[in-house]
């Protein structure tokens, strides 16, 4: 099998939306507004289907269910470019759901469903990676079952390639030493919850704390508005947030900018100048409403950076 410039191993699962005022406390009976099925995936097609839309010769690996939500996302992936062969299909579970809650000024919170992905077996990710062996960066998270995940990257690694991890929904049970994965995506609160120090407010000083535990060499950390900083080895950078004044959706603007901080990686650019440019995708992608479309081809990507940065 061909070579891969990116394989993508995390969950497909389709998002139905609703829109909000506040968020719910216990016990409160919350009424929404146009709750809608939207065109919003689980993190593993999000990430592939925006490598995909840039160019990446980019495999995704993953399972779903025999119904439409699993024929939805084979569509999706499809459409970007992005090969398929190892989304597996199955009658043994349906496909994940979510439910996005969105705020008036575009802030979100997300409730999970089960995934499908709890079906997929160490095995099938193996198997998967030696067909493509050779293939360039590994990227993964916990929307699949965490030792499934942990067990790509080591597999990958062994084989060669450069490996990212994306450890959300952070798990309850200890990830172990990472020193396998080569970038370590994060977000602050995500970086305070690992630390157990809600009081932390320096990104440096909670990235040191993250890769002291972990063994990681290169920590990378979405800060919101603030935009994001980076430990790279002993080196800390930090890149400013791109304002846009029509933000529609924030929902997978993480995902967004980390495809795109790959993409770049994969494209020869140091890391400071990969955020960046993955900064202002992020920024594009805020302004569009669902995730699946928000991800543009990067002849609009250029256009929009032309224009606005």
């Known amino acids: 099998m061909e070579k891969k410039d990116v394989i993508v191993l995390n969950s497909h699962g389709v998002g139905q939306y609703a829109y909000t005022d506040h968020m719910p406390k216990w016990g409160e009976t919350l009424s929404v507004k146009k709750w809608h099925v939207a065109e919003d995936g689980g993190k593993g097609t999000n990430v592939a289907v925006a490598l995909g839309r840039l160019g990446l010769k980019t495999a995704y690996i993953g399972k779903v269910g025999n119904d439409p939500w699993g024929d939805l996302g084979e569509k999706w992936l499809e459409d970007a470019g992005v090969d398929h062969t190892f989304m597996y299909r199955t009658d043994e579970v349906s496909t994940g759901t979510g439910l996005i809650l969105l705020g008036p000024d575009g802030q979100n919170a997300i409730i999970d469903g089960d995934s499908s992905s709890v079906a997929l077996k160490e095995e099938e990710v193996i198997q998967a990676l030696d067909e493509m062996k050779g293939s360039q960066y590994f990227v993964t998270g916990f929307e699949v079952p965490m030792k499934i995940a942990l ?69 990378i950390m979405t800060l919101g508005g603030d935009g994001s900083a980076a430990l790279c080895k002993d080196e800390y950078m930090e890149v400013a947030s791109v304002k846009v004044e029509n933000v529609v959706n924030t929902a997978g603007a993480g995902d967004g900018f980390m495809a795109a901080v790959i993409a770049n990686l994969v494209w020869g650019k140091e890391l400071k100048e990969a955020m960046e440019w993955a900064s202002k995708y992020a920024a594009l992608s805020v302004t569009i409403d669902g995730t699946i479309p928000a991800y543009r081809p990067l002849e609009e990507v250029e256009a929009f950076i032309s224009r606005c940065c």
Do not use: W
Not at 175 to 186: A, H, Q
């Open 151 to 219: 067990s790509g990257a080591k597999h990958a690694k062994e084989l060669g390639m450069i490996t990212a991890l994306n450890p959300s929904p952070l798990p309850e049970e200890d990830m172990g030493r990472l020193d396998y994965v080569d970038y370590l995506f994060i977000n602050e609160v995500e970086a305070k919850y690992i630390c157990q120090d809600d009081d932390e407010k320096d990104p440096k000083e909670l990235m040191n704390k993250v890769r002291e535990k972990y063994g990681v060499q290169n920590v």
